[in-house]
């Protein structure tokens, strides 16, 4: 039992681990490579985690669902924490230049958060998780103590966070005061048979404002962009990025393993109540609102914000399949999106550091001054606004494809979530102004000046921007590298449940 | 020499890449590679003239290739007798025009009027709809910057208003002639004058578009009537002619009424008749209106113009009129009376060479006058010439009296013909059309009066008269006359046997 | 079907061109126009290969040079290409416009590795298109051409170029969304969720969702092809494009919208096409009439162009409406005729002309004796404009004769208005090629001493100007005179009874 409760947790632990070491590294005096040696210990310590996870596959659950370890919660592990460290990489690269391995430190704590986030299928682990994810992040964004932006961020985020997840509590509790049970299987099987509750639909609404917010859809959106704007970027990257995954993938584990009996019907012509109607329209809502309201920003991390809220929509449009096609389609727009989307970090990071600014005007002519970066900034930027040959594009045909076909007849061809998809295609096309401005900047307008100053090498943060865009460009070309991993996981976790392992004395 | 037509159709086409090849300067390299293909083309119509089996009449020389299956249309042409009076007509002219040209010869000129005549051997030989036109519509290209080589602004205003009436019949025509394909799926025009032999083509027409099946073989007709009625041109339809004939350079307008107005004319004879004889029987009233008009208007016209040039463009309208009256008198005879119909048909054809001949020598004496005139072609600017050109004098002259028809001179025989076999078919309009032979009459000679006779005014004392060039430029042509007002069998021998064809 | 690696190769040859010039070094940039020719002479190489191995004996079914490799097996997503005679005509097509786009782009010396790249991407996209069986393959390749069109014309272009970029870009956009909408619901409700183009031309799509998904996909699709009221992409775009990017724009992408509309739109739906063919077809006379309404007026001798490509390809759409063999064959012959003919006005236009005198202004222009001083772009616009009028002898006039026939027998009323545009053509062709090439005269016989020129003399026309529309105007005239070639094999691809489009014609037959 000990040691099989240890090899369940050991990737969080070893993660642990390496942000203790990390933490002690930093109080010793280093000389000049004292960064460098920081990040060496924190990139160590994941990818220890991570060849961890790829060498035991399992298929075990244990304290009931509470922590679960299955093809798909190592899926999820393995992506969160490849993003995760990309994001350390970055910050290496980035305005964070004091107690550098307290910042590290702080990421991977809040990796472990995501970790046993996504690895959990009980409502009460999945509260802990978020907040073991959030707390890292809430400082992650006050980190630039001397900037006021930073603060404020800080601020906000905590704020909305804390309201969030006492909603988010408040709901969870509704949902097991209605059904006695915290494990998401076990509350499919007793909503399977009890069907839908008014006090259990309101559990779930509260419920969804709290994932809302963690997910940054409209209504719950108002904290993104001032937190992107002025967090240090590598926390805007990471929590863009590794969060999103995390945030998502329980979102969809919770509605549809555990809830899918009282989805409800969002079909044009015969809504019914439950999580899906409202869930459809929070989705369409981001749409619109994201894509809007990132039409008139200056900011590229402004931009990035709005459009990660528009990109929400997209993927809870992607849950309103609410089968595990859906969910399959979420999990792999969303590590596809976050990959593009930190890539996208990663290049504002660069810019940020030579130019001193992240508005559109400091990006003017990047494809004179480093062209490597300007194509891997078109390639995200292409990718988001999903383009084909890109992954952004097949994520979303997957995505839409799923969605529509939830509830479709063959019959007289009438497809019931057609609104919602007509919707997310037109704002889809609308968003695709905000990314071109964008690259207007990096390649059309003319570079007035390429300020010289800070030539410093961003050897590491360029090495793995590039291969983010190769990633986007491979899995545009070749779907299957990760569908099938995907498909599979989804499948064995809908067909094969983890074996639940029994206390022994 | 089975494909001797298309040889003939190419070989302006290649004189003209020829002539495009050398360099701009020499006019001497241009002219003779101008001449010398025109020449052969020359040699090669009159032995075609010669080989032809005037015994067997018919349509000879046919060479027939698939062209765009898909719609039935075929590279289909061959020569009958009307076909190489045209023929021999276009290779006579265009190297009478490009000598008229003189020392004017560009490399654009040697061009375009090479191409020009390749587009009409083209027409002149094509017996499928869609070949026809594809050379029609074509010859509208080199005669659009012939006429601006006259180069003011008038100029490219007439050669605009030109082709864009020309282009705007020429889709009247197309529209009737693809209802015609709906109907009968075929643009072989002996075919479909087979059709309309047996009375099939108004039937088929009908039963194609039956909501239409009253008035739609009339309405084809009548965009077949306008799209060739511009080119020929027919009162209504004429005023874009007199503004290119006066603004085209002479040797340019010498082009268009000797060659381009007979593509219309030639229309009429190969395309409207043999299609819609009912109707035109039908309609014979308001035809031989439409030409006694045509006839009468444009000698009145004539009459009232002070520019030389305008003066002949009219009655070139005049004599292309009684063309028409002969052929539609013949479409209103009664089948039986063949001798009238004969008779009246071979006087159109002959009408058509000889116009061709005549109306082409008069610009290019005008073309003279106008080059020593400093580009002056009023009525009343000169008088008295004759004293100082008198061997133009002499010459213009003989043209002019051509023109007028007079007895022993080429324009007689047609006229005469044409008026013989009319009166006894339509004798009113003829009648009527007769005004027009003395009008004509009344302005020609009034044209000589003015320019030939009279006081010899101060500035025209150093009227040269024609050098050398000139003398051989025009010289066979004046011949021509004498020999066709002489002996007109040589060309009647040729067509009449395609006219009791046409005319069955 | 043997020799399949023909049609895969065109969009090899096209990519590897792209590959190799992106990895050139920046010193090096000057070759890049090399490498990019001879991608574009071997994509047209294969493509003409694969026009002569074609076989007419056998069916049109199964499409001939047929490639079928899974892509995401997993969604029913295939690479799976082929060609008929309709797709050869068109891929035939886009070999040529790239040969000569990079001819007539020879002068491009700023970041022509990029530049280059781009045209090559949207060459490789476009053959892409034109041969796909794949439904999901024939959208990504239709996406992928607009992106670089969006820089090449902001990066390279001429007047507005950023506002004609957006513009057009985000009307591309806008048309791909609605195909994409279409796109998944064919996709949700074709059984055994393929996406295949032959196994869907033979399902019949419930009637519901036909009369919805077809004018979604042919609006879609049309807005590409400059389809009224949604064109208005296409001036802006042609006027702000550097010349090769106007000549592919007219040239291929036009193109790809309306042999979208008719691949996908219209032979996938045929009772939503049933309903809505009329109005469409109203569409596309207006757009023909107004294409040619608006030519008349302008005073930009490159808005002329723009706007004569709007009333061509209204002969497209309302060609590929009738529903009848003429008709069909005209429309398809039309894109490849217009093809060559806008892309050969745009040449004369853009980079002839407008690289030396950096005007377009018609009036202005014809003050400069043109004609005189560049004879060579003097004749080739007159060679464009003749064939572009739909005279005889050039492509344009089988083309629309065949359209003409079809409209007729489809509908009869609107050929009143078609003949109509004819006629305005002529007279904006006419008006256009008179005041900016030859206001007054053209030769010096008795001219009046001309205008004097305020410009130094115009540098004249280089070797590879001349090739390029030399090229250009030997195909209009070649398929002028001998339609046949590219007739039979379109033709093929309709009537054959072994054919996914046969159904098109015989759907309608009455």
Redesign the interface.
Known sequence: MNTLLFNLLTPELILADAALVVLIAGLIPFTSSHRGMILSLTLLGGLLSGAWILTHPANYSLFGGMVVLDPLTQLAKVAVLALSLIACVFAYGSTVKEHFAEYLALILFSTIGMMLLVGTEDLLMIFIGLELTSIPLYLLTGYLKKSSTSAEAALKYFMVGGVSAAFLLFGLSLIYGVTGVTSLRELAAITRTTGTDPLLLAGIVMALAGFGFKVAAVPFHLWAPDVYEGAPTSSAALIASGSKVAGFLILAKFLTFGLAKTSGSAAWDLMQAGWLPLLALIAAASVVIGNLAALSQRNVKRILAYSAIAQSGYMLLGLTAANANGVASVLFYVIVYAATTLGAFGVVAIVEQRRGGSDLDHFDGL?RTSPGLALCMGIFM?SLAG???LAG??GK??L??GA??SV?S??????GL?WL??VA??F??VS??YY?IV??HV??APADDAPAHDRACHCGVSAFVGLLALAVVALGLY??AL??PI?NAIRSAVANPAKALVAQP | MSNSLTLLTFIPLIGAIWAALLPSKSTGQLRFAGLFTTLVALALTLSLAFQYDRAAGGLQFAERY??????HIEYYLAADGLSLVLLVLTALVTPFSLLAFGK?L?K??VVLVLLLETTLFGTFTALNF?HW??????S??PAF?LI??????K??AAA?QF??YT??AG?AM??GF??I??ATHTFDLTELAALARQEKLGHALSAA?P?FSGWISGAVFLGILVGLGVKVPVVPLHTWLPNAYTEA?APVSMLLTGLLSKMGVYGFLRLLYPLFPGLMFHWQVPLLALAVVTIVFSALAALAQRDLKRIVAYSSVNHLGYCLLGLFAVAAATHADTVNRAAAMNGVILQIFNHGLTASALFCFIGFIEKRSGGLRGLNDFGGLREVAPVFAGLMGIAIFSSLGLPGLNGFVGEFLIFKGSFAIAPGATALAAIGLFVTAVFLLTLIQRVFAGPLAERWKAFPDLSTGERLTVIPAIALMFVLGIYPQLLIGLFNPTVLKLIF | MTASYLLTATIVSAFAGVLLILLLPMRWGGAAKWIAFLSAVTGFGFAAAAFRAYDMSAGALPLQFGVDVPW????GIHFATGADGVSLVLLLLTGIIAITGVLFSWNVTRQPR?FFALFLTIIGGSYGVFQSLDL?LL???Y??V??PK??LI??WGSTNR?YGA?KL??YS??G???V??GL??V???A?GRTLNLVALSQYP??????LW?FPVMFIGFGVLAGLWPFHTWAPTGHVAAPTAVSMLLAGVVMKLGSYGALRVAMTLFPQGLEYWRMPLAILATIGLLYGALVALAQRDLKFVVGYSSINHMGFVLLGLLTLN??GL?GAVLQMFSHGIIGGLLFAVVGRMIYDRTHTREISVLGTMGLAKSLPFAALTF?VAS?AS?G???FSG??AE??I??GT??AF?VLLIFT?LG??IT??FT?RAL?KSF???????????APAPEPHEPLPPITFPERLGAVILMAATIGVGL???VL??PI?HSFESSQSMMHHLIQGVAR
């Open positions: 494809h292409i383009i084909p040959p594009f097949f045909f997957y839409f494809s529509l076909g479709a063959v019959h007289d061809g009438s497809f057609l998809l007509i295609i037109v889809n096309a695709l102004y071109v690259l207007k390649f059309v779907p299957n569908l099938n498909q | 698939e062209w765009i299956p898909s719609l004017g560009s654009l000129a869609v036109f594809f050379f029609y519509e074509l509208l290209v910057f601006r080589l006259g180069g003011t602004p100029a490219t605009t082709f864009i282009l705007f889709f197309l529209l693809l209802a394909y709906q578009f909501a350079p | 995401v097996e997993s969604l990029a999901f959208f990504v390749c996406e992928v607009i992106i969006y820089f902001s990066n950023e957006m870009t985000i956009v806008a791909s969304a609605l994409l909408l998944i619901g996709y949700i409700l059984p799509f419930p009637v519901a969702f036909q998904a063999s003429l064959s007159t003749a009028m005279l005889p002898g006039f089988i004769l065949q003409l026939l007729w027998k009869p003949m004819v006629g002529v007279a006419l008179q030859f206001p007054a005269l053209i030769s010096g016989e008795t001219a009046p001998f339609p046949k007739i039979d033709l």
